[in-house]
């Protein structure tokens, strides 16, 4: 089991940035992937980021891998979403996604099983 809890949404300027945390508790934390996904009002959630706890590699979205970046804390258990020259339609609700095993960054979001509850990002143009 894999427990998630997400931080550090609120509201920005266009042009502004955000991180957001996702803290993971849980034996099976290390052999995980963590993913984002965001969905926007009337869209599908979609992939946005993913890290492998063991070795650290990454994968994003070709919308936002120019302006985000993914990263973790082994210590703290967290991982982080650095988000930067956030646009209006940036703006959706963030979810925190853990899939054990962690072999592969899925992008599909059913192959992920532990969810966050997901916290709001809103970008004001």
């Known amino acids: 089991q894999v427990q998630l809890e997400e931080s550090g949404g609120g509201l920005v300027q266009a042009g502004g940035s955000l991180r957001l945390s996702c803290t993971a508790s849980?034996?099976?934390?290390?052999?995980?992937?963590t993913g984002w996904f965001r969905q926007a009002p009337g869209k599908k959630r979609e992939f946005v980021a993913g890290?492998?706890?063991?070795?650290?590699?990454?994968s994003y979205a070709d919308s936002v891998k120019d302006r985000l970046t993914i990263s973790r804390d082994n210590a703290k258990n967290t991982v982080y979403l650095q988000m930067n020259s956030l646009k209006p339609e940036d703006r959706a609700v963030y979810f925190c996604?853990?899939?054990?095993?962690?072999?592969?960054?899925?992008?599909?979001?059913?192959?992920?099983?532990?969810w966050g509850q997901g916290i709001q990002v809103t970008v004001s143009s």
């Open positions: 996604a853990a899939r054990v095993p962690g072999n592969f960054i899925a992008t599909l979001d059913y192959l992920y099983g532990f």
């Open positions: 849980g034996r099976t934390v290390s052999s995980s992937v």
């Open positions: 890290i492998r706890w063991s070795a650290g590699d990454t």
